[in-house]
């Protein structure tokens, strides 16, 4: 099995969702987990994915739920338009007595059954547009109940579940208050000069000790994180904005163009000019 890591979901003062239209060169994300909620529509390409200990295939039109802290991952099998919109939300988006009354039942047995992954083989043909929907929504209450109408009509649709029964993520790593604290102090400062030994003292760590501690938990390094975070930032700017490529790019904290144009497409395959226009 293979060891995941932790994906810091970020967080945004305006949304308790966090969408994805992705437009990417191949699928490649690594087996990770998070405390969110995610639903995953493969739109184009086609691979492996893992879901908790369960591997499987995906194609178009590819659809799983997958509950808080289960590890999951996916990767095309060549490079190839890899296309799939993705919403993420929290476990409190809504207040637990809500659940309780009749009508949510369904959906309450839904979130309940995804902490083992469910797989839908057959989703409705309108899915994949209103998931667009919600994704292009800016934030509302109507985007909130665009999504719990779209979590209906999946607590009605023919779904099984993927990981076995009883598969966890051990309590320690999902619940590392350390590695909480480090990532919502680069989420504050993430346009500002975050240097490793002021997140060393927010951590209590070393330096090095810090930088083993983020390979070990996210994979990645301080700075790889940082940049990660960055582009992601960019992406949704150039998505959401008609602003200019250079104003986007420095207001995200890169200090040189041709870096911020080589990085965004080795992340999402493309330039920053071509993303826009997918």
Same mark, same amino acid.
């Given at each position: 099995?293979?060891?995941?890591?932790?994906?810091? /979901?970020?967080?945004?003062?305006?949304?308790?969702?966090?969408?994805?239209?992705?437009?990417?060169?191949?699928?490649?994300?690594?087996?990770?987990?998070?405390?969110?909620?995610?639903?995953?529509?493969?739109?184009?390409?086609?691979?492996? @994915?893992?879901?908790?200990?369960?591997?499987?295939?995906?194609?178009?039109?590819?659809?799983?739920?997958?509950?808080?802290?289960?590890?999951?991952?996916?990767?095309?099998?060549?490079?190839?338009?890899?296309?799939?919109?993705?919403?993420?939300?929290?476990?409190?988006?809504?207040?637990?007595?809500?659940?309780?009354?009749?009508?949510?039942?369904?959906?309450?047995?839904?979130?309940?059954?995804?902490?083992?992954?469910?797989?839908?083989?057959?989703?409705?043909?309108?899915?994949?547009?209103?998931?667009?929907?919600?994704?292009?929504?800016?934030?509302?209450?109507? @985007?909130?109940?665009?999504?719990?109408?779209?979590?209906?009509?999946?607590?009605?649709?023919?779904?099984?579940?993927?990981?076995?029964?009883?598969?966890?993520?051990?309590?320690?790593?999902?619940?590392?208050?350390?590695?909480?604290? /480090?990532?919502?102090? /680069?989420?504050?400062?993430?346009?500002?000069?975050?240097?490793?030994?002021?997140?060393?003292?927010?951590?209590?760590?070393?330096?090095?000790?810090?930088?083993?501690?983020?390979?070990?938990?996210?994979?990645?390094?301080?700075?790889?994180?940082?940049?990660?975070?960055?582009?992601?930032?960019?992406?949704?700017?150039?998505?959401?904005?008609? @602003?200019? /490529?250079?104003?986007?790019?420095?207001?995200?904290?890169?200090?040189?163009?041709?870096?911020?144009?080589?990085?965004?497409?080795?992340?999402?395959?493309?330039?920053?000019?071509?993303?826009?226009?997918?």
């Amino acid at each position: 099995m293979p060891k995941a890591f932790l994906e810091y /979901v970020a967080s945004d003062d305006t949304s308790s969702l966090m969408c994805q239209r992705q437009r990417l060169r191949r699928f490649s994300v690594g087996y990770h987990f998070h405390p969110e909620y995610e639903l995953t529509l493969i739109q184009n390409g086609a691979g492996q @994915r893992r879901v908790g200990d369960h591997p499987g295939i995906f194609g178009p039109g590819d659809l799983v739920l997958a509950g808080p802290n289960l590890p999951h991952a996916y990767h095309s099998w060549e490079d190839a338009p890899a296309h799939a919109v993705v919403i993420k939300f929290k476990k409190g988006l809504f207040d637990p007595a809500f659940f309780e009354l009749p009508e949510m039942r369904p959906i309450k047995r839904l979130m309940g059954d995804a902490k083992r992954g469910l797989h839908f083989p057959k989703p409705r043909a309108d899915i994949g547009p209103r998931m667009e929907r919600i994704a292009a929504q800016k934030p509302s209450a109507r @985007r909130i109940a665009l999504l719990l109408e779209l979590l209906a009509d999946l607590a009605q649709t023919r779904s099984h579940a993927l990981a076995r029964e009883g598969f966890a993520l051990s309590a320690k790593r999902a619940q590392c208050d350390r590695l909480r604290r /480090v990532l919502h102090y /680069v989420e504050a400062h993430w346009d500002a000069d975050v240097r490793l030994e002021a997140v060393a003292n927010v951590a209590k760590m070393h330096p090095q000790s810090l930088s083993r501690f983020l390979r070990q938990k996210l994979g990645q390094t301080l700075a790889r994180h940082l940049a990660s975070l960055r582009l992601g930032r960019a992406a949704k700017a150039l998505l959401e904005s008609e @602003r200019t /490529v250079a104003d986007i790019a420095f207001s995200c904290g890169f200090n040189n163009l041709s870096n911020f144009n080589r990085q965004f497409k080795a992340c999402y395959g493309h330039t920053p000019s071509a993303y826009r226009k997918l």
